[in-house]
């Protein structure tokens, strides 16, 4: 009966999700800051199945799956009413999240929480826009002011910076929230996927991608902005704009796998101290 019930929910769902679906499969192919959504996705379903292979008891019956179809109906039809599409898409997973609770009988549905709710760092936040330009802005101030500190000539007014013999524009790509999106997507994954972390070092570990990946940006702008200044622009946009963002991207992987490092050695440090007692 459970199974019959879960595929009417699946096929409404196909029916009532079209243009959600439709809206997040345009933005993985043309969004600037979520074209990892395919990959997302099929790391999801990919660590679905290898949840499933290692947790093989199923859940039980229960009724949790009421509250979750019924907060992914609350969703959906908020995003209707306030024509936020973030809001219908989210609903789409917990939808997902209600049909795998429904199978308990036959899934390890506690398991399968965390894959099924994965896709939604793929959903494009409605914000975006908002949150760039204030990153836009923090970015261009906190360099101007370091380089002040640094006694060099330099003023900002917006997303601008003036050199002596010239300005930068730091633009909505150099803002940090193409980094910063990556980054927390692979920071929640690398929690999900290290399952002898302790849920402090997962938090942890999310919620200093944040930080690192903004730290990382405004490492790169001051180092372009002493580039431009000590030689000139030209160069700093011909060599360190293009040749910087890989190098920059690498020293922020490289000090986020250092955080990570640590987060797991807390446990393994955990591990030993209750082995000694």
Aim: charged residues 10%.
């Amino acid at each position: 009966m459970k199974i019959i019930i879960a595929f009417a929910i699946a096929a409404t769902g196909s029916f009532i999700f079209y243009h959600a679906i439709e809206w997040l499969l345009v933005s993985w192919m043309q969004h600037p800051y979520y074209k990892q959504g395919f990959i997302v996705l099929a790391l999801s379903i990919i660590t679905g199945i290898w949840r499933g292979i290692k947790n093989k008891k199923p859940f039980g019956d229960n009724y949790v799956w009421l509250p979750c179809l019924l907060l992914s109906s609350m969703s959906y039809i908020s995003g209707i009413y306030t024509g936020l599409m973030f809001l219908q898409a989210l609903a789409i997973f917990i939808a997902v999240l209600s049909i795998i609770f429904l199978l308990g009988a036959y899934l390890p549905a506690k398991a399968l929480i965390a894959p099924a709710l994965l896709p939604l760092l793929a959903i494009p936040f409605p914000f975006i826009p908002e949150i760039t330009a204030f990153l836009q802005m923090a970015i261009v101030r906190a360099s101007t002011l370091t380089l002040q500190v640094m006694n060099l000539s330099v003023q900002c007014s917006g997303a601008r910076i003036f050199f002596p013999d010239g300005e930068a524009v730091v633009g909505e790509p150099s803002s940090g929230i193409r980094s910063l999106i990556a980054l927390v997507t692979i920071a929640v994954f690398a929690a999900v996927w290290s399952g002898k972390m302790t849920v402090k070092g997962k938090v942890v570990l999310s919620i200093a991608s944040f930080f690192v990946a903004i730290f990382g940006n405004y490492i790169r702008v001051v180092t372009f902005s002493i580039v431009g200044y000590f030689w000139n622009l030209d160069t700093a946009y011909d060599m360190w704009h293009d040749t910087g963002n890989l190098f920059f991207w690498i020293l922020t992987l490289l000090a986020f796998m250092g955080i990570w490092y640590l987060c797991n050695r807390e446990h393994a440090n955990k591990k030993h101290k209750e082995v000694k007692r």
